[in-house]
T-cell receptor, first 112, second 116 residues
């Protein structure tokens, strides 16, 4: 049972435009959400996170939105740059334990 | 600053062989974890440790052992390798939560394991 779902395996966006990556979850106990970025042959690197007490968190070009009633979060990248081309993983955590549950990832390609 | 270092980067094993994947971190992080990444599955937690001498099972622990004798090292042992353990393995570390803020994990570069 996939508790964190990223339904779009891939996404292509023109350079300079907005990239929107989506993530849905089913476990209402999740209270902290993170986005990781992964380049080929490298480990995931942390990008941005959000607590369930917030509905938005912004860090430079990256903004994460959380809709608790819909159990949905999204990552917005504005403007998109070629270096943003990577696989993006959504992850969720419940009650500050060690168990992070990851989605299956979305491969983002930025077209110059 | 090395961060999280995994060795080896690549490994081919025959079914039934045993081996240890090494993981070391130099950030003095309390928490360390092992994940495996398979196509279409995302990353799944195998085992984790919240400090030296303390380990616990994750989502997919069968066929793997861990120990944590020091803060820096968290080796993952495959007892008798099986083709189903062909995967990319990632080690991660993070500091303990400060107040209510969950702290993000830092990942190693991964070990690509093939069991034939």
């Amino acid at each position: 049972d996939q508790q964190v779902k990223q339904n779009s395996p891939s996404l292509s966006v023109q350079e300079g435009r907005i990239s929107i990556l989506n993530c849905d979850y089913t476990n209402s106990m999740f209270d902290y959400f993170l986005w990781y970025k992964k380049y080929p042959a490298e480990g995931p690197t942390f990008l941005i996170s959000i607590s369930s007490i917030k509905d938005k968190n912004e860090d430079g070009r990256f903004t994460v939105f959380l809709n608790k009633s819909a159990k949905h979060l999204s990552l917005h990248i504005v403007p998109s740059q070629p270096g943003d081309s990577a696989v993006y993983f959504c992850a969720a955590n419940a009650a500050r334990n060690e168990k992070l549950t990851f989605g299956t990832g979305t491969r983002l390609t930025i077209i110059p | 600053n090395a961060g999280v270092t995994q060795t080896p980067k690549f490994q081919v094993l025959k079914t039934g062989q045993s081996m240890t994947l090494q993981c070391a971190q130099d950030m003095n992080h309390e928490y360390m974890s092992w994940y495996r990444q398979d196509p279409g599955m995302g990353l799944r937690l195998i085992h984790y440790s919240v400090g030296a001498g303390i380990t616990d099972q994750g989502e997919v622990p069968n066929g793997y052992n861990v120990s944590r004798s020091t803060t820096e090292d968290f080796p993952l042992r495959l007892l008798s390798a099986a083709p189903s353990q062909t995967s990319v393995y990632f080690c991660a570390s993070r500091t303990a939560a400060v107040g209510k803020k969950y702290t993000e994990a830092f990942f190693g570069q991964g070990t690509r394991l093939t069991v034939v």
